[in-house]
Structure formats: structure tokens, C-alpha cells
């Protein structure tokens, strides 16, 4: 946020404490949406009559971004919270694979730069829990590479478990890294909340499995969760 080091006394950005960073994250996120969204109303608002029906079109779908982004800053933010308390819990169903990670990338900002391979399977997850887990890999992907390059989300049935990994050809996490970024109020590249990729973990773990980061061969990284289905 602009002025915070006017405000602060001078205090530099690696002398704030981790969950103040945190803090300062979710103003800034929640500002950028607020921001987007006000900006569209205003050019409503003001030329509604001058522009044509795509320009009003793309006003509404930034205006539609702007408000998901700011209800999935809310939902970690209250996830976080819940976890911390120790009241999370599942409500485990029968659930569409496919079906589910495709709602989950039709909602995402990057959708066009998204590619499902995800088995048709029916598993037993907590469908509400397992959907903000793709949606927090997808956001922490599209964060974290560069603009125009792919993104697979994957999933597989593997009878008790199943697997679901996103894939990017982003600049990868270095090996050393990689054992802090599921820590809460990691920011890693300093973009973002610093939470989601802890409550990947964390609802993984809710299921009895884990989540871990790996290679892929081709570059970039892949974040893989494990959930037992039965």
C-alpha cells in the first residue's frame, strides 16, 4: 500500500512481523479489488451512454473478477482463522473429479491459460474444502508466473487416494524454499497473502493426506495434494 513506510516510523518492510505482513497483504488485496470494482462503476456511471455493449460487457466481467477475488481474500482470511481454532472439519460426499475442477477454472481470472487433465472419477473429498484448495494453487500459480504461459491442473483416481497437481512453467521455487512455503504468512516473491498455499496443506491434512512441492521436468513447478478417498 502507497505511504506505509510514512506511517510506520520509517520501519522497513523485513522488520515487519510475519502476521502483520499478512495483514498488510489482505488491506492491499482488498484494496486492488475495491479499486477495480469502484473504477468500473465511475466509467458506468459517467458514459454509460457512450459505450458500446462490449465495453459495458468487459466493465461487468472486471467488476465480476474484482468481487470473486475480494470474496476468495475473505475465505482464507476466515479459513485461516478457523484452522487456528481448531475448527475446520469435513463433510465428506460423493464428488464429480472433473466436474469440480472444471467450476473451480471456469471462475479463475486465467482461465484461458488454464488446461484440465483431470480423470472422470467419482471420490469421496469434502467438495467445498477441495475446491478452495485448486482455487488457492490456480491463484498462487497465475501470481507467481509470467503472464501468457500455461497452467495444468491435474487429477488423478488412484482407487484410495486421489491426487491433484498444478502444474506451471513459471521460474520454479529453489529446493531450499521449498520447505517454508507452506508456512503461514510465507509471501515468498512478496505478492499475495502468504496463506494459501498453508491451507492447501492444511485441508489436505484435514483429509489424512499432504501436500508437497516437486520439478517438473520441463521447468516450473508442481504443487501435488494427496487426499485418501476412503
Not at 492447501?200 to 485418501?228: C, K, M, N, Q
Request: net charge negative.
Amino acid at each position: 500500500m502507497g505511504g506505509h513506510g510514512a506511517g510506520d516510523g520509517g520501519r522497513r518492510d523485513a522488520d515487519v512481523a510475519p502476521k502483520d505482513a499478512f495483514l498488510l497483504a489482505v488491506a492491499h488485496d482488498l484494496q486492488a479489488s475495491i479499486a477495480a470494482l469502484a473504477g468500473s462503476l465511475d466509467v458506468l456511471r459517467d458514459r454509460f451512454d457512450e459505450l458500446a455493449p462490449h465495453e459495458v460487457e468487459d466493465l461487468l466481467d472486471t467488476m465480476a473478477g474484482a468481487a470473486a477475488e475480494a470474496g476468495a481474500v475473505l475465505a482464507n482470511l476466515f479459513d485461516a482463522e478457523r484452522l487456528e481454532h481448531g475448527v475446520a472439519h469435513l463433510v465428506r460426499s460423493p464428488t464429480d473429479l472433473r466436474a469440480l475442477v472444471a467450476r473451480v477454472v471456469a471462475a479463475s481470472s486465467g482461465a484461458d491459460r488454464i488446461e484440465i487433465d483431470v480423470d472422470d472419477a467419482v471420490v469421496d473429498v469434502d467438495a467445498g474444502l477441495t475446491e478452495r484448495m485448486i482455487a488457492n494453487l490456480i491463484g498462487n500459480a497465475l501470481i507467481h508466473t509470467p503472464i501468457g504461459t500455461p497452467i495444468t491442473v491435474c487429477g488423478r483416481d488412484e482407487g484410495d487416494h486421489v491426487v491433484l497437481h498444478i502444474d506451471d512453467a513459471g521460474p520454479g521455487i529453489p529446493a531450499h524454499l521449498r520447505a517454508h512455503v507452506f508456512e503461514p504468512f510465507h509471501q515468498g516473491s512478496g505478492r499475495g497473502m502468504g496463506v494459501g498455499l498453508h491451507l492447501v496443506r492444511e485441508f489436505a491434512r484435514l483429509h489424512g493426506g499432504d501436500a508437497v512441492i516437486e520439478d517438473v521436468p520441463t521447468g516450473g513447478t508442481s504443487v501435488r495434494v494427496r487426499l485418501p478417498t476412503r
